[in-house]
């Protein structure tokens, strides 16, 4: 059901933004970001630290989700320290449990920032030409540790892969080419990823 309203909202707030319909925007999008919240909560949230810093990471992210509906290069960056902050959280959470997958995991998250920061590059100007890197190998190493979790969190894996997936067009709409097709592709895969990661939080 959650998904359900997930995807109805996702697909609400696309429409208005082609439309540039701003108030739906606004009502859209927070009911998106809403959807992953209640999961977590209403499952109920596993007891211990690994539920708790998962769920900081979902509400930043809904935090990160609310600034990037702003244009400005403020707006941006106070989005994208949220979503760090949220990462770092996912990745202290998703180390708790890593097993012989991180190998597997950090040789995924070393390709990633490669190929990643040699794309980008040439499209950063100060101060994402610091802030990016940063940025890059943050969720690069929660996509090593939530692969590496994958035996004990499956989920943790394939949210983990989802959400770095979802920020490649996030990055081509700011950076290279502002395109409708980026959020097309880009939302799907991040609320896939958020739910994902937050079904790891419930107890089962």
Same mark, same amino acid.
């Given at each position: 059901?959650?998904?359900?309203?997930?995807?109805?909202?996702?697909?609400?707030?696309?429409?208005?933004?082609?439309?540039?319909e701003s108030q739906a925007r606004y009502i859209?999008?927070?009911?998106?970001?809403?959807?992953?919240?209640?999961?977590?909560?209403?499952?109920?949230?596993?007891?211990?630290?690994?539920?708790?810093?998962?769920?900081?990471?979902?509400?930043?992210?809904?935090?990160?989700?609310m600034a990037l509906m702003g244009q400005s290069d403020r707006a941006f960056i106070?989005?994208?320290? &949220?979503?760090?902050?949220?990462? *770092?959280?996912? +990745?202290?959470?998703? @180390?708790? /449990? %890593?097993?012989?997958?991180?190998?597997?995991?950090?040789?995924?998250?070393?390709?990633?920032?490669?190929?990643?920061?040699?794309?980008?590059?040439?499209?950063?100007?100060?101060?994402?030409?610091?802030?990016?890197?940063?940025?890059?190998?943050?969720?690069?190493?929660?996509?090593?540790?939530?692969?590496?979790?994958?035996? &004990?969190?499956?989920?943790?894996? *394939?949210?983990? +892969?989802?959400?770095? @997936?979802? /920020? %490649?067009?996030?990055?081509?709409?700011?950076?290279?080419?502002?395109?409708?097709?980026?959020?097309?592709?880009?939302?799907?895969?991040?609320?896939?990823?958020?739910?994902?990661?937050?079904?790891?939080?419930?107890?089962?």
């Amino acid at each position: 059901m959650i998904g359900v309203v997930i995807t109805l909202a996702a697909t609400a707030w696309l429409v208005a933004s082609t439309v540039r319909e701003s108030q739906a925007r606004y009502i859209a999008k927070p009911l998106a970001s809403a959807g992953f919240l209640i999961t977590a909560i209403t499952g109920p949230l596993a007891p211990g630290t690994r539920a708790t810093l998962v769920f900081a990471g979902l509400v930043l992210g809904a935090t990160g989700d609310m600034a990037l509906m702003g244009q400005s290069d403020r707006a941006f960056i106070t989005g994208l320290v &949220a979503f760090l902050a949220g990462h *770092i959280a996912y +990745v202290v959470a998703f @180390a708790l /449990d %890593v097993g012989p997958l991180l190998w597997f995991g950090a040789a995924v998250a070393s390709v990633l920032v490669i190929v990643v920061l040699r794309w980008l590059r040439p499209f950063l100007s100060p101060p994402f030409h610091l802030a990016v890197p940063v940025y890059v190998v943050v969720i690069a190493a929660m996509v090593a540790v939530g692969i590496g979790s994958a035996r &004990a969190y499956p989920l943790a894996g *394939i949210g983990a +892969v989802l959400f770095a @997936a979802s /920020d %490649v067009f996030v990055a081509r709409e700011r950076f290279v080419h502002s395109s409708a097709l980026n959020p097309v592709l880009g939302l799907p895969l991040y609320y896939a990823g958020q739910l994902a990661i937050a079904i790891t939080a419930i107890a089962g």
